[in-house]
């Protein structure tokens, strides 16, 4: 069930960080997301009932278990260090703006 769960949250998110509420790494990603304007859907993995078969069933579908697990568009972006190198090659709004994650600019 947790795959099943994993997977329906990914897909009917433009943006879904699988988190922990006390991890610095996650709370850095939400901050970023928050910065750049974009709407995400954060899922406290400490919080959540089912969060250790959720992680189990990341690592199992992304061959990632640690958190944060950022998926953008469906697509699974990595970790903390995966969304900042993003940030900083200035890739990470464009991919969130083709998610429909951020509204986009007016020229």
Not at 16 to 39: H, I, R, T
Not at 78 to 100: F, I, N, R
Request: hydrophobic residues 40%; contains cysteine; glycine residues 10%.
């Amino acid at each position: 069930m947790a795959m099943v769960k994993a997977k329906d949250v990914v897909s009917h998110n433009p943006v879904v960080v699988f988190s922990k509420s006390y991890c610095p790494f996650c709370v850095s990603v939400k901050k970023l997301l928050q910065q750049v304007g974009a709407s995400f859907k954060a899922i406290e993995l400490d919080i959540e009932s089912d969060g250790n078969e959720i992680q189990s069933a990341l690592a199992e579908w992304t061959g990632h278990r640690t958190v944060p697990n950022v998926f953008i568009g469906g697509k699974h972006i990595g970790g903390c260090d995966s969304t900042t190198a993003l940030h900083q090659q200035g890739k990470l709004v464009p991919l969130l703006t083709e998610a429909g994650a951020v509204g986009k600019s007016s020229a």
